[in-house]
T-cell receptor, first 115, second 116 residues
Framework: ETGVTQSPTHLIKTRGQQVTLRCSSQ?????VSWYQQALGQGPQFIFQ???????GRGNFPPRFSGLQFPNYSSELNVNALELDDSALYLC??????????????FGNGTRLTVT | AQSVAQPEDQVNVAEGNPLTVKCTYS??????LFWYVQYPNRGLQFLLK????DNLVKGSYGFEAEFNKSQTSFHLKKPSALVSDSALYFC??????????????WGLGTSLAVNP
């Protein structure tokens, strides 16, 4: 089975720009969640998608938005980038968006640098 | 409010010795507890989880963790450490009674260094 893949691996953007990060979920997984991990910190939950709809969100402003496609892949979009958005963005897939105590399977992340 | 504390930024242990990485949590309902490991420049890998049942949970790579409700702890353990266990370890908790709340709360991580 294929694991979670994220693209690109690294990205440099300028403050005020917009960015789209992509994630392909693990085969058989229908739920995707996104996390932001700043240097030296634990992951911070951004949001989760199940059956193409957002079904959970953390404390992130609306300029962080996402999509899930029929094949369960997902995008994270960030508008009006700020310097503090520089971080490793992790995508994780899992099975069944219900109780969701199934383990998360993470990609290797996209390292975003905002200058 | 939910929270997770990993009181040690770094743990150093000699190869072959037992290791413990500590985690304490706070949730209002029943805790769902997880341990993940992160190697440099990689995503996180699932090690083990406690949802219900036996307090001692066995996971990947010889790791285990013990759920202690009275101490609200979920310490990660391994009887004999390997140099290849050196990595960043994260504890995470979700409130099992939180209904549709999908949010996992993560600790800040503990860097484990196993010395040969």
């Amino acid at each position: 089975e294929t694991g979670v893949t994220q693209s690109p691996t690294h990205l440099i953007k300028t403050r005020g720009q917009q960015v789209t990060l992509r994630c392909s979920s693990q085969s058989g997984h229908n739920t995707v969640s996104w996390y932001q991990q700043a240097l030296g910190q634990g992951p911070q939950f951004i949001f989760q998608y199940y059956r193409e709809e957002e079904n959970g969100r953390g404390n992130f402003p609306p300029r962080f938005s996402g999509l899930q496609f029929p094949n369960y892949s997902s995008e994270l979009n960030v508008n009006a980038l700020e310097l503090d958005d520089s971080a490793l963005y992790l995508c994780a897939s899992s099975i069944a968006g219900g109780l969701n105590n199934s383990p998360l399977h993470f990609g290797n992340g996209t390292r975003l640098t905002v200058t | 409010a939910q929270s997770v504390a990993q009181p040690e930024d770094q743990v150093n242990v000699a190869e072959g010795n037992p290791l413990t990485v500590k985690c304490t949590y706070s949730v209002s309902g029943n805790p769902y507890l997880f341990w993940y490991v992160q190697y440099p420049n990689r995503g996180l890998q699932f090690l083990l989880k406690y949802i219900t049942g036996d307090n001692l949970v066995k996971g990947s790579y010889g790791f285990e963790a013990e759920f202690n409700k009275s101490q609200t702890s979920f310490h990660l353990k391994k009887p004999s450490a390997l140099v290849s266990d050196s990595a960043l370890y994260f504890c995470a908790v979700r409130d099992g009674n939180a209904g549709n709340n999908r949010k996992l709360i993560w600790g800040l991580g503990t860097s484990l260094a196993v010395n040969p």
